[in-house]
């Protein structure tokens, strides 16, 4: 197990600066000057030339990748050139709100959509099934910024039961949470209802049942850990998805998180910053997928044997 997990995090490495070279070259080769995006209007083309010279922008490409690559191996994420300071103070300062983004949403996602799932399947071609899906298929459809203005419209300003902005206390998470999780709780609860209906046609649940057992055990005890598995495969790909709408939700809440910094810093220009911040996300769902590949191990314990 513990080679396995070695193996995965030696992976990173190259994954990491791959998808680093890659947002490097194409905000690179973006329209627009970062000097001039840092002085604005008032900056002149001898302070615009100075301040690029500073930056080390008239480098070729390669050569600026390869210096911003060699401070990455020390784990140096560069400096912002906005503010001047660290950019891993920036995100450092910035990561816990997103993360309780992310954790409220895949909470609220969870916690809905598996009984959700879980009712659809075993209530086949009921009004309950059909209520469902159907509670599914909005979640798909609907944008999470529309979304967002629905739930900040209406029980934000209307009724005034939360924030409308900020991150001072829990009830700050709830309307994003909500607004974020959605999507992802369609997903979920779909990928839930098709893998229970497949389990529970199997024979050996046939045979629990010939034994005397209840339904609800039945589905319980021997149903529902066999059909967990694609439910945590889907649940763990989501959290890419979150992190990813994290940028939308915050803006239209007002949360100062990593998703906000991002659309702040891609607009000025602000390269070493917009990197910071993919690698952060990048380093969150790679560790993310590995733990799903444990929590694998720990429901069906014939996978974990091949860890072994």
């Avoid at 060699?70 to 450092?92: A, F, H, Q």
């Avoid at 389990?199 to 010939?210: G, K």
């Avoid at 319980?220 to 994290?246: D, E, F, M, W």
């Avoid at 000025?268 to 690698?279: A, F, K, N, Y």
């Amino acid at each position: 197990m513990w080679k396995y997990i070695l193996k995965r995090l030696l992976y990173m490495i190259p994954v990491l600066f791959g998808v680093s070279f890659l947002v490097f070259l194409i905000l690179s080769l973006a329209p627009g000057d970062p000097a001039k995006a840092i002085l604005g209007d008032q900056g002149t083309p001898e302070a615009i030339a100075q301040l690029r010279e500073e930056l080390g922008l008239n480098d070729p490409i390669l050569v600026q990748y390869f210096r911003y690559a060699k401070n990455l191996v020390r784990g140096d994420l560069g400096m912002s050139y906005k503010t001047k300071g660290p950019v891993s103070k920036e995100i450092i300062a910035r990561v816990p709100t997103t993360l309780k983004l992310t954790l409220s949403a895949i909470i609220i996602a969870v916690i809905v959509a598996i009984p959700l799932g879980i009712i659809a399947a075993v209530k086949q071609n009921t009004i309950f099934d059909g209520l469902s899906m159907f509670i599914a298929l909005i979640g798909i459809s609907i944008p999470i910024f529309w979304l967002g203005l629905l739930l900040l419209a209406q029980f934000a300003q209307k009724l005034g039961w939360f924030p409308a902005a900020g991150a001072d206390s829990w009830k700050s998470f709830v309307l994003p949470g909500f607004a974020l999780g959605f999507h992802s709780m369609a997903s979920i609860a779909r990928i839930t209802r098709s893998s229970m209906l497949e389990v529970i046609r199997q024979d050996y649940i046939r045979t629990a049942r010939s034994k005397g057992m209840t339904y609800n055990n039945v589905v319980r005890k021997h149903a529902l850990p066999n059909a967990l598995i694609p439910t945590i495969t889907v649940t763990g790909l989501q959290v890419g998805y979150l992190l990813a709408g994290s940028v939308l939700t915050e803006t239209v809440f007002s949360l100062p998180g990593i998703g906000r910094l991002i659309i702040y810093s891609i607009q000025g220009r602000d390269i070493p910053v917009v990197l910071g911040c993919i690698l952060v996300f990048t380093i969150a769902f790679s560790v993310v997928n590995l733990l799903v590949d444990l929590l694998y191990a720990y429901v069906d314990p014939r996978i974990k044997a091949q860890y072994s």
